[in-house]
């Protein structure tokens, strides 16, 4: 079973910046995708961006382009997520994701989840 636990949120004004980390174990991830979903309050939860374990090719929601970058350590089987110039609209709580696919054009995550971090980005 896939244990996941993530890390690196926490409260900062408009603009700033977190760097999110997520420490995978319990299988091989080299033929996986890893990913990032948020649900914010009274929201879906819904797709930030992925990677591909063994090539490093990288995706993300348009929301988060050229803001966020999605990055990997395969030694360490860890995922992280640095984002920059935080908007109060990135406030939520965000969820690591092991098996992430691609269904039509949206993302989907067929494996388990972490049990998230809270970002909060204050005005």
């Known amino acids: 079973q896939v244990q996941l636990v993530e890390s690196g949120g926490g409260l900062v004004r408009l603009g700033g910046s977190l760097r999110l980390s997520c420490a995978a174990s319990g299988r091989t991830f080299s033929s996986y995708a890893m990913a990032w979903f948020r649900q914010a309050p009274g929201k879906e939860r819904e797709f930030v961006a992925t990677i591909r374990w063994s090539s490093g090719k990288a995706y993300y929601a348009d929301s988060v382009k050229g803001r966020f970058t999605i990055s990997r350590d395969n030694a360490k089987n860890t995922v992280y997520l640095q984002m920059n110039s935080l908007k109060p609209e990135d406030t939520a709580v965000y969820y690591c994701?092991?098996?992430?696919?691609?269904?039509?054009?949206?993302?989907?995550?067929?494996?388990?989840w972490g049990r998230g971090t809270q970002v909060t980005v204050s005005s």
């Open positions: 994701a092991p098996d992430a696919r691609m269904v039509g054009s949206s993302w989907f995550n067929f494996g388990s």
